[in-house]
């Protein structure tokens, strides 16, 4: 795709400068990089300081840097903007990015139904029509509308995401409404395969599009000290998953150095940026981890108990089919992984390697900083 290619022209443009002896290291090192999602610009300037190092060295790179993707995926981590580096988790990061993702979503979803669909009912016939044609473009525009909401909230804004989510669900049973009410109008839908090459067509066309803007950190440079701190606790809370006492407790040492006599300037000045701020707070504090990670697990396991639901319907009424047996078997497949990420000892192994990705990503911020 077009964001690709450009990486790819960048990665051959700066590689040809090295050495043909060492070339191959370049090529791995700036690869590292760019699947860490290190700006264009980043990899040029890193693999131009590493091959003017080892020029005046009259080392390998392998000595004076180690291993070429170890090496690259540390740096293109570092490369990254400080507004990615925080919100590295999650699936988007913008209104563009939103759209991208959801547009991709329900190609992936028509492309997996599409073949469903085609083995169990037949590639010709029409299985979707009438109002049900609307339900999948609505849904993910309302699941998207939904998961921007909580973007919003890791920014710090708690009361958008409500009056998001309270929309998302009066969207939803509009939605259902409106497909009873149209129960007799019925348009003629595509045959089954057409859903195949539709889902490509989104796919391809959401990698087409531009990639979004990085957003800059907030400009706190002349908050005062309630609105940094609110700010700061809004983000403890939004983000990082804090209770209300937890966030108010983590800031109770940074408030009462502000209030001391004497004190000057800005809590930003103080501080450093409150995004920033946030991040290492949240590094250096224990967090009801596991909270988030069951919550998402248990979504997913409603997801799996439908299509269970689903298929041992279709199992009872009959008849039992090769497709039947391949979806039952591929249903078994997710009850196993199910249950072993519902193990204890899982969950919290999992809570261990959030919390150590933040105080990483609390380093890199810090790394940053100081250049």
């Given at each position: 795709m077009k964001r690709d290619d450009h990486k790819k022209?960048?990665?051959?443009?700066?590689?040809?400068?090295?050495?043909?002896?060492?070339?191959?290291?370049?090529?791995?090192?700036?690869?590292?990089?760019?699947?860490?999602?290190?700006?264009?610009?980043?990899?040029?300037?890193v693999l131009d300081e590493v091959r003017e190092s080892v020029a005046a060295s009259g080392q390998t790179p392998d000595e004076l840097f180690g291993e070429p993707v170890a090496f690259g995926r540390k740096r293109g981590k570092q490369s990254r903007?400080?507004?990615?580096?925080?919100?590295?988790?999650?699936?988007?990061?913008?209104a563009a990015g939103a759209f991208t993702v959801m547009l991709a979503s329900l190609g992936c979803l028509l492309l997996v139904l599409g073949i469903w669909i085609g083995f169990s009912d037949g590639?010709?016939?029409?299985?979707?029509?009438?109002?049900?044609?609307?339900?999948?473009?609505m849904m993910f525009g309302l699941c998207g509308f939904a998961a921007w909401g909580w973007v919003l909230r890791t920014r710090g804004r708690l009361r958008a995401p409500l009056c998001i989510w309270a929309a998302t669900v009066a969207g939803f049973a509009g939605t259902v409404a409106l497909m009873t009410a149209l129960g007799g109008f019925e348009a003629p839908g595509p045959p089954n395969w057409a859903m195949l090459p539709v889902g490509i067509?989104?796919?391809?066309?959401?990698?087409?599009?531009?990639?979004?803007?990085?957003?800059?950190?907030?400009?706190?440079?002349?908050?005062?000290?309630?609105?940094y701190f609110g700010y700061a606790e809004n983000l403890l809370r939004g983000r990082y998953l804090f209770?209300?006492?937890?966030?108010?407790?983590?800031?109770?040492?940074?408030?009462?150095?502000?209030?001391?006599?004497?004190?000057?300037?800005?809590?930003?000045?103080?501080?450093g940026n409150v995004e920033r701020f946030a991040a290492h707070i949240a590094a250096a504090t224990r967090t009801p981890l596991k909270r988030?990670?069951?919550?998402?697990?248990?979504?997913?396991?409603?997801?799996?108990?439908?299509?269970?639901?689903?298929?041992?319907?279709?199992?009872?009424?009959?008849?039992?089919?090769?497709?039947?047996?391949?979806?039952?078997?591929?249903?078994?497949?997710?009850?196993?992984?199910?249950?072993?990420?519902?193990?204890?000892?899982?969950?919290?192994?999992?809570?261990?390697?959030?919390?150590?990705?933040?105080?990483?990503?609390?380093?890199?911020?810090a790394d940053a900083e100081e250049k």
């Open positions: 022209s960048v990665l051959d443009t700066e590689t040809e400068k090295w050495p043909e002896s060492q070339r191959e290291w370049a090529k791995l090192a700036a690869g590292a990089m760019i699947l860490a999602s290190a700006p264009n610009e980043a990899v040029a300037g903007p400080p507004a990615q580096l925080l919100e590295g988790s999650l699936p988007f990061h913008s590639w010709n016939a029409h299985t979707f029509a009438g109002p049900v044609m609307m339900l999948f473009p067509v989104l796919i391809i066309l959401a990698f087409k599009l531009p990639e979004p803007a990085t957003r800059p950190l907030v400009d706190d440079s002349a908050w005062d000290d309630e609105h209770a209300n006492k937890q966030a108010a407790s983590a800031l109770a040492e940074s408030r009462e150095h502000r209030q001391h006599p004497g004190t000057r300037g800005t809590a930003a000045a103080d501080f988030g990670i069951v919550l998402r697990r248990a979504g997913f396991s409603l997801i799996v108990a439908f299509f269970g639901w689903m298929i041992i319907r279709a199992l009872i009424e009959g008849p039992v089919t090769a497709w039947l047996i391949i979806q039952t078997a591929g249903w078994l497949c997710l009850m196993a992984l199910l249950i072993m990420q519902w193990r204890p000892s899982r969950i919290s192994s999992d809570a261990k390697a959030v919390q150590a990705e933040r105080r990483r990503t609390a380093r890199l911020l």
